[in-house]
């Protein structure tokens, strides 16, 4: 089982970058899945949350009004849409997910039962 988070990148404040999460060696598409971030120096926060059937989602303060999740199931793949990016979202992010129909709309590391490898955001002055 493999999350493979990519589309990072460097950007200028105010831009924006759409990252993905593809899944692969078992279909997400009955789990609630999640984006993460670490920033410099910083403990891994949670970000955004999409349950199974895109119906409920969920967004750390600090990035509400800017980010957007979605998934496409049939291609077991999960985004994270973000726009007016600022430099303190510069972070490496991950792309994880919880089994079964539950879902934590302000998650913990420790909910989570499959983390993907992250992919780096870095948002310049």
């Known amino acids: 089982v493999q999350l493979q988070a990519s589309g990072g990148g460097l950007v200028q404040a105010g831009g924006s970058l759409r990252l993905s999460c593809a899944a692969s060696g078992r279909s997400f598409s009955g789990d609630a899945m999640y984006w993460f971030r670490r920033a410099p120096g910083k403990e891994r926060e949670f970000v955004a949350a999409?349950?199974?059937?895109?119906?409920?989602?969920s967004y750390a303060d600090s990035v509400k009004g800017r980010f957007t999740i979605s998934r496409d199931n049939a291609k077991n793949t999960v985004y994270l849409q973000m726009i007016s990016l600022k430099p303190e979202d510069t972070a490496v992010y991950y792309c994880a997910a919880t089994v079964g129909r539950i879902f934590y709309g302000t998650p913990t590391e420790r909910d989570m039962a499959y983390w993907g490898k992250g992919t780096l955001v870095t948002v310049s002055s």
């Open positions: 999409i349950n199974w059937s895109a119906s409920r989602t």
